[in-house]
């Protein structure tokens, strides 16, 4: 991001009771100035992340029209991309630089500088795994309001802020799913490849790398995909299922 910081807060689940004892202890190690630093400035991250989920629905709709089968979180996107393209739009269009550093913002701590309306509305984002609704920010402002006030400029803009975090969390879910698919086209490729015999001229699926995994995920994303795919192929894949087989096993022994 070069000289603009991001913010980073993750979290789980908390119920009412413990969102609300939460926020109130939250407040309680704010303290605030009364503008934010330009570094804090969420827009240039909003861009980024808008990029990345552009990538994955491109990706999707490749994958797509070749008949990779895509994950149910996939299909969402691909549903909803235009509701995300509008709400980054309007966010980039509101939001100005100017609006922002003009901001309250906090003045010590690990967040030092980031408008505290910013900081809040990634806490809340963070600790509700993205269940918001009217009642759930009503009772996060009114518990973080009994240690310390915040600005009606503040409370306005909360939901400004609620589109970025919530953009950053759909971003992250793309990274999954991005590198879910191309786990799928690998195993694609290698089924039209070993089994299907195709000569490399009528092959759709090309893959020249290797087979490289970053994590389980995308071993077990691989895996499970390859396993659907061949059992279409019965005794003619037999082998390949065996190795799937192995594979999952040493999976298993390496997580006990």
Same mark, same amino acid.
């Given at each position: 991001?070069?000289?603009?910081?991001?913010? #980073?807060? =993750?979290?789980?689940?908390?119920?009412?009771?413990?969102? =609300? =004892?939460?926020?109130?202890?939250?407040?309680?190690? #704010?303290?605030?100035?009364?503008?934010?630093?330009?570094?804090?400035?969420?827009?240039?991250?909003?861009?980024?992340?808008?990029?990345?989920?552009? !990538?994955? @629905?491109?990706?999707?709709?490749? #994958?797509? %029209? &070749?008949?990779?089968?895509? #994950?149910?979180?996939?299909?969402?996107?691909?549903?909803?991309?235009?509701?995300? +393209?509008?709400?980054?739009?309007?966010?980039?269009? !509101?939001?100005? &630089? %100017?609006?922002?550093?003009?901001?309250?913002?906090?003045?010590?701590?690990?967040? !030092?500088?980031?408008?505290? =309306?910013?900081?809040?509305?990634?806490?809340?984002?963070?600790?509700?795994?993205?269940?918001?609704? $009217? +009642?759930?920010?009503?009772?996060? /402002?009114?518990?973080?309001?009994?240690?310390?006030?915040?600005?009606?400029?503040?409370?306005?803009?909360?939901?400004?802020?609620?589109?970025?975090?919530?953009?950053?969390?759909?971003?992250?879910?793309?990274?999954?799913?991005?590198?879910?698919?191309?786990?799928?086209?690998?195993?694609? $490729?290698?089924?039209?490849?070993?089994?299907?015999?195709?000569?490399?001229?009528?092959?759709?699926?090309?893959?020249?790398?290797?087979?490289?995994? /970053?994590?389980?995920?995308? %071993?077990?994303?691989?895996? *499970? @995909?390859? $396993?659907?795919?061949?059992?279409?192929?019965? %005794?003619?894949?037999?082998?390949?299922?065996?190795?799937? *087989?192995? *594979?999952?096993?040493? /999976?298993?022994?390496?997580?006990?």
């Amino acid at each position: 991001m070069g000289r603009y910081r991001e913010l #980073h807060i =993750s979290g789980a689940l908390l119920d009412k009771n413990q969102l =609300s =004892s939460y926020m109130e202890k939250l407040a309680s190690s #704010h303290n605030i100035k009364n503008t934010s630093s330009k570094d804090t400035y969420p827009i240039p991250m909003l861009r980024q992340d808008y990029e990345r989920i552009l !990538e994955t @629905y491109r990706l999707l709709n490749k #994958h797509m %029209k &070749l008949g990779i089968k895509i #994950h149910s979180a996939g299909e969402w996107l691909l549903d909803n991309f235009y509701v995300i +393209e509008e709400i980054v739009k309007g966010v980039q269009k !509101e939001l100005t &630089l %100017k609006k922002y550093k003009n901001m309250i913002g906090l003045s010590s701590g690990k967040y !030092e500088g980031f408008a505290r =309306s910013y900081v809040l509305a990634y806490e809340i984002v963070a600790y509700t795994e993205c269940k918001i609704d $009217s +009642e759930t920010i009503d009772l996060v /402002l009114k518990a973080y309001q009994k240690k310390k006030l915040l600005s009606m400029d503040e409370i306005w803009n909360i939901g400004l802020f609620l589109k970025i975090a919530i953009i950053n969390q759909v971003r992250e879910i793309c990274e999954k799913i991005y590198s879910s698919q191309i786990q799928k086209y690998k195993a694609e $490729s290698i089924i039209e490849r070993l089994i299907e015999n195709k000569d490399e001229k009528s092959r759709v699926f090309i893959n020249n790398g290797k087979i490289n995994f /970053l994590g389980e995920e995308p %071993k077990y994303a691989f895996i *499970e @995909y390859m $396993s659907y795919k061949l059992k279409r192929y019965g %005794k003619t894949a037999i082998d390949y299922q065996n190795i799937l *087989e192995n *594979e999952v096993a040493k /999976l298993r022994n390496d997580s006990n």
